[in-house]
T-cell receptor, first 110, second 115 residues
Framework: AQSVTQLGSHVSVSEGALVLLRCNYSSSVPPYLFWYVQYPNQGLQLLLKYTSAATLVKGINGFEAEFKKSETSFHLTKPSAHMSDAAEYFCAVYTGKLIFGQGTTLQVKP | DAGVIQSPRHEVTEMGQEVTLRCKPISGHNSLFWYRQTMMRGLELLIYFNNNVPIDDSGMPEDRFSAKMPNASFSTLKIQPSEPRDSAVYFC?????????????FGSGTRLTVV
């Protein structure tokens, strides 16, 4: 069965520092992968998606993710964190339906 | 586009009462999904519909939960009778087609508290 695992339930970075949120997938077929962001008391918002067109995917708010088949990874990065990036981030895999990881809370310190 | 609209935003009810959550998907989207979010279990898919027909309800926790989609613009999730362990945030999402190419669009959720 396809699944995703997010490494680290909580990540803390300083404003201006690199953001790296880790996601590994398990799939026997080429996966469709997604990153979503959830701000407090809001629904989930799509950040970016991988659908096999390109391994480096650019999303909204300066985020990007790289699909690495050899590492079965789809890590989310942003070169410079802003205070407004503080939120919970979810990696998801499409298996006929979207299955989400457990989420990673990003804290940005001033 | 107003997005996926859920009502109410907050619901507080007493154990044993019936609760009905409502969702209006994005116009033109033909798939609709109900998720539940809790600290312990994260985001769980409860049920999803395609063209108003329930396709997979394997995530519905028990017979106290039921969902309907009488037309393309409206869906309900009902809990009867409600229990404190049902307290969670319930999200509705919709997509065009299967959702593999575009992902899902989520509503703002209904925060349910059963006391």
């Amino acid at each position: 069965a396809q699944s995703v695992t997010q490494l680290g339930s909580h990540v803390s970075v300083s404003e201006g520092a690199l953001v790296l949120l880790r996601c590994n997938y398990s799939s026997s077929v080429p996966p469709y992968l997604f990153w979503y962001v959830q701000y407090p008391n809001q629904g989930l918002q799509l950040l970016l998606k991988y659908t096999s067109a390109a391994t480096l995917v650019k999303g909204i708010n300066g985020f990007e993710a790289e699909f690495k088949k050899s590492e079965t990874s789809f890590h989310l990065t942003k070169p410079s964190a802003h205070m407004s990036d503080a939120a919970e981030y979810f990696c998801a895999v499409y298996t006929g339906k979207l299955i989400f990881g457990q989420g990673t809370t990003l804290q940005v310190k001033p | 586009d107003a997005g996926v609209i859920q009502s109410p935003r907050h619901e507080v009810t007493e154990m044993g009462q019936e609760v009905t959550l409502r969702c209006k998907p994005i116009s033109g989207h033909n798939s609709l999904f109900w998720y539940r979010q809790t600290m312990m279990r994260g985001l769980e898919l409860l049920i999803y519909f395609n063209n108003n027909v329930p396709i997979d309800d394997s995530g519905m926790p028990e017979d106290r939960f039921s969902a309907k989609m009488p037309n393309a613009s409206f869906s309900t999730l009902k809990i009867q009778p409600s229990e404190p362990r049902d307290s969670a945030v319930y999200f509705c999402a919709s997509s065009l087609g299967a959702g593999m190419n575009y992902g899902y669009t989520f509503g703002s959720g209904t925060r349910l508290t059963v006391v």
